[in-house]
Structures are given as C-alpha cells and as structure tokens.
C-alpha cells in the first residue's frame, strides 16, 4: 500500500527558494511515474514536474522549467521539489503523486493528474 506525506511548503518572498519533500512508500521491486501536482483554489490541477523511478525521465511543466527542479533518494525513499526564482503565479497548494507504471515512462501523460491513483495530504505554498 503506496502512501505519500508532503512536507516543506510555507511562505516565501518572490524571488526565493523552497524545497517540498514527499516521503514515499514504495514497493521497490515496481516502477512508478512520481509527479508533483499543484491546485489553485478554483482551478484544475496542473502537473508541474514529474520523475520515473528509475531515475533516468523527467518531464516539467513549461511554467517551471529551469526554475523547479525534481529528484529522488532512493535510499531515504523521498522525492523532492527544489523550487527557486518563485514567483506569485507559484502560489498554491503542491501534491506528491504516484502512479504504478509496469509498461514504462510514457512522457505524454506525465503530467496529467489523472494518471495518478495515490496522492499525500498536500502542501501550502505561498509566495509573496
């Protein structure tokens, strides 16, 4: 049973830095398709980054790239979210994702959130 607990969100300038950590519980003999999610109250859920487990297939949202940056520990089982330059268009509440993925890294739906079955609690950030 895959759970997922976001934690790092809080308020920063524009112009800042934040790092959201999700804690994952993953069967390490599967693949899956990781993905950072974020909601605006209001609005639908837009996929901002996503990684497959193997480390090797990142895909980022054109209103994050070269700002936010995803990655794994695969020993601490923890993905990450290194957001910087943040800007007040960043503000909203961030989703760790997971998406059991036995056929492969199919790119073309890396960020759509109706890929992903398992999802945490979320995370507030706000930039100021």
């Known amino acids: 049973h895959v759970q997922l607990v976001e934690s790092g969100g809080g308020t920063v300038q524009a112009g800042g830095s934040l790092r959201l950590s999700c804690a994952t519980s993953l069967n390490p003999d599967s693949r899956y398709c990781l993905g950072w999610i974020r909601q605006v109250p209001g609005k639908e859920r837009e996929g901002v980054a996503a990684i497959y487990t193997t480390g090797d297939n990142k895909k980022y949202a054109d209103s994050v790239k070269g700002r936010f940056t995803i990655s794994q520990d695969n020993a601490k089982d923890t993905l990450y979210l290194q957001m910087d330059n943040l800007k007040p268009e960043d503000t909203a509440t961030y989703y760790c994702?997971?998406?059991?993925?036995?056929?492969?890294?199919?790119?073309?739906?890396?960020?759509?959130?109706?890929?992903?079955?398992?999802w945490g609690q979320g995370t507030q950030v706000t930039v100021s």
């Open positions: 994702a997971a998406a059991l993925s036995r056929g492969g890294w199919y790119p073309s739906s890396a960020l759509s959130s109706a890929r992903y079955n398992t």
